[in-house]
């Protein structure tokens, strides 16, 4: 057997790599574009380009209004977690089309199924009255940064009960995130309002990370009954499991307000509310149609194209409440909390880039 050198014989170089250049991968990128253009229907990419404007605007609205609420003399935790599935016909109207237009069957029902949409449905009403004590009392551009951990518990959550992966990129945004969170926390004394104490702002604060924890549950639970229930996911199966979660949490919600008797008490509220009973109003009802337009926005996305774009997106609503927050509202705005935005944003980055590769990946 020959040697592969001779001694002496000089070991022949590696022709060197050659180098890429930025405007290489702006040409590569142009023409993945491209090609993923060619691939839809100009009707796809209209559907995409406007579920996605439903997520920017109509989440950010939705937070603004329950802080307008609370700004403006409302005070009923209830009321506000209420109008969050107030709004639930809107989704189911979107399924008569599939019904009727695209043939598609309803789902059947069985007993397992019926009662994980009550629980799921429990734990949704739990979720907003959470959130409502957090718009309460912090906010709106910390409330919704606070809001953006869900997206730690959503990665344990799912990777306990569903198995999901986690890659270093996606460890990596969890702590990153998590110290988001802990450089609000160290700012509490000069981001509250003057109207709220001390004491009121840790009850916020907590509320808001308990809620944010709840929401990832409930994302990863729902992950678990299409895995063991459902065995299939497809745009109106989701549509029906946000209509029967949203309704259970309607009427879960509806008994809270009843027995706290907040429906009794909108009357004085409204002749309160600064601008006026109409303003009042019009507050509620475009906080329910806000918040589900955000909710069909974001399923149409995950559906259309895929979870990195929901995430990109979600991404970029975090500074669009909180910019929109400081204009509107009068939000205070410390070198903290621009600390805690850029870092959250860094999160999501590194969230977004874990979850790309572990799709390349499956691919």
């Given at each position: ?76 935790k209830w009321i506000i977690s209420w109008v969050a ?279």
């Amino acid at each position: 057997m020959q040697p592969l050198l001779e001694e002496g014989e000089p070991m022949e170089e590696e022709s060197p790599k050659p180098s890429v250049s930025f405007w290489d991968h702006i040409s590569n990128f142009k023409t993945m574009v491209l090609e993923a253009y060619k691939r839809k229907p100009i009707s796809h990419w209209i559907l995409i380009v406007l579920s996605s404007a439903a997520m920017l605007v109509a989440f950010p609205a939705s937070s603004l209004l329950s802080r307008v609420y609370y700004s403006n003399g409302g005070n009923s935790k209830w009321i506000i977690s209420w109008v969050a599935v107030a709004g639930w016909p809107l989704t189911a109207l979107i399924l008569l089309p599939a019904y009727f237009i695209c043939k598609e069957s309803p789902t059947p029902l069985n007993l397992k199924l019926v009662l994980s949409y009550i629980f799921l449905g429990f734990l949704s009403a739990a979720d907003n009255l959470m959130y409502a004590y957090a718009y309460a009392y912090l906010p709106a551009s910390t409330a919704s940064l606070l809001a953006s951990s869900s997206l730690v518990f959503s990665a344990l959550f799912g990777y306990l009960f569903v198995k999901n992966k986690l890659n270093a990129s996606i460890i990596n945004a969890l702590f990153i995130i998590t110290a988001a969170m802990t450089i609000i926390a160290l700012d509490s004394s000069s981001d509250r309002y003057e109207n709220i104490s001390g004491k009121q702002y840790i009850v916020g604060f907590v509320w808001d990370i308990l809620g944010s924890a709840l929401h990832g549950l409930i994302f990863a639970l729902s992950e678990l009954v299409f895995v063991k229930l459902l065995g299939r996911m497809s745009f109106h199966v989701v549509l029906e499991q946000q209509v029967m979660v949203s309704f259970f949490a309607f009427i879960f919600t509806t008994v809270g307000v009843v027995v706290n008797r907040d429906f009794q008490g909108m009357a004085s509220e409204a002749n309160t509310f600064q601008g006026g009973r109409a303003s009042y109003y019009l507050v509620l009802i475009w906080g329910a149609i806000t918040f589900q337009l955000g909710i069909l926005g974001a399923t149409a996305v995950l559906f259309l194209s895929s979870t990195v774009l929901a995430g990109v997106l979600n991404a970029v609503r975090v500074p669009i409440t909180s910019i929109a927050a400081v204009i509107l509202l009068d939000d205070p705005l410390s070198g903290f909390k621009i600390l805690s935005l850029f870092v959250t944003f860094w999160g999501f980055g590194s969230y977004i880039y874990g979850s790309s590769s572990m799709s390349k990946e499956s691919s």
